[in-house]
């Protein structure tokens, strides 16, 4: 009787044990968000601009580098910044080392992807990264890395590349309504010959065609139950060119999403050179992401949050080239919204946006 008692109040402890662990670990994920936010602020104090994408001069000569490596001094790794600067070592593509270690600062406790190193295993030592930039509601070859000049930093995002650098002065919607980054859960391939797997943490690579990914709908309608995408098949994992596999690597499907596909939702792109595509904020946490903004603050974005017109065809940088647009004015508005989770990702989209 007792031994049955004692396991009822267990089972009902469980739970609340279990749910105020996941509350601590969404705590520390939001801080950790807060602690980016701040070393971005610090870094536009110092630089009187935001850091770049790829080609940020503080990168030095590898223009692959992305804002994580140029953020490093103001999150306290200095000295891993002076060693990547000094020593050869290209601390993006596998080259770390022993001598890296993963920065914590950059890792969310409830990525469980997030406490996986091993210096000598299939990640080759790479620092990840449980988080990524925004690159607004512009996918026109956006899962390229990309030099000073390459247009697929052409975007309504506060990122851009080292050759067109914005600042606050540049944020007309609103600090506080601009998304500056989100959770993004880190890929779980142990190999680069997976197929299918969790939508969440694995960028779909689609050999048949830009359609699986324009309309975006299109990428949302290879989401299958349980977490998996709907036909496994479909879905080619690339090895460490994949999600938070190399923290301080431009590729978007690595470090940066788009503000068109609602939270938690798959990610798409378009053949071996990772052209075109659409790329989602995802987390563990139940019903969302935590999403920081320009002016520092952190909101859980809900997954319900209001899309919309997800059936139309994304404007692409090729079709504003197209049209001879004016890249360099940074206003590539799409002519028409995508809802309230695109205008929020703008930062000069000119609508009345509010976060929820």
């Known amino acids: 009787m007792v031994i049955a008692i004692i396991g009822v109040l267990i089972a009902l402890l469980l739970p609340a044990v279990q749910a105020a662990r996941e509350a601590a670990r969404r705590m520390s994920c939001t801080n950790k968000l807060k602690q980016i936010s701040l070393s971005v602020h610090n870094f536009h104090d110092t630089h009187n601009r935001f850091p770049a994408q790829a080609a940020d001069p503080l990168a030095k000569e590898d223009t692959q580098r992305n804002h994580f490596f140029v953020l490093l001094p103001f999150i306290e790794q200095q000295a891993m910044y002076d060693a990547c600067i000094t020593s050869g070592l290209g601390c993006v593509l596998g080259d770390n080392g022993q001598s890296i270690r993963p920065i914590a600062t950059l890792l969310c406790p409830s990525d469980s992807e997030s406490t996986v190193w091993d210096p000598n295993g299939y990640e080759n030592g790479n620092i990840k990264a449980s988080y990524a930039g925004s690159m607004a509601d512009l996918p026109g070859f956006i899962c390229l890395y990309g030099g000073v000049d390459n247009v697929s930093f052409h975007t309504r995002s506060w990122l851009e590349s080292g050759g067109r650098p914005r600042g606050f002065s540049s944020v007309t919607d609103g600090t506080s309504n601009t998304v ?44 299958g139950a349980g977490g998996e995408y709907l036909d496994p098949n479909q879905v080619i994992h690339y090895g460490t060119h994949a999600q938070g596999m190399r923290a301080f690597d431009s590729m978007h499907p690595i470090t940066a999403f788009h503000t068109l596909l609602s939270p938690n939702s798959p990610s798409c792109c378009y053949t071996t050179n990772y052209n075109d595509g659409t790329v989602s904020a995802t987390s563990n946490h139940s019903g969302g992401v935590n999403v920081s903004f320009l002016d520092g603050s952190v909101s859980f974005i809900s997954e319900t949050i209001h899309v919309a ?36 990702g703008s930062m000069n989209g000119g609508e009345t946006a509010s976060k929820p």
């Not at 980054?181 to 779980?188: G, Y």
């Not at 404007?315 to 590539?332: P, Q």
């Not at 508005?333 to 989770?341: C, D, H, K, R, V």
Request: glycine share 8%.
């Open 309 to 344: 017109n997800l059936h139309l065809a994304a404007d692409t940088v090729a079709n504003l080239v197209a049209r001879n647009y004016d890249l360099d004015s940074g206003l590539a508005a799409p002519p028409f919204s995508y809802g309230l989770w695109s205008e929020l």
């Open 180 to 223: 500056m980054h989100s959770e993004h859960l880190i890929n779980d391939a142990l190999s680069a010959t997976d197929a299918g797997g969790n939508y969440k943490r694995r960028t779909a690579r689609i050999t048949d065609g830009a359609g699986y990914w324009n309309p975006p709908q299109n990428c949302l309608n290879l989401k």
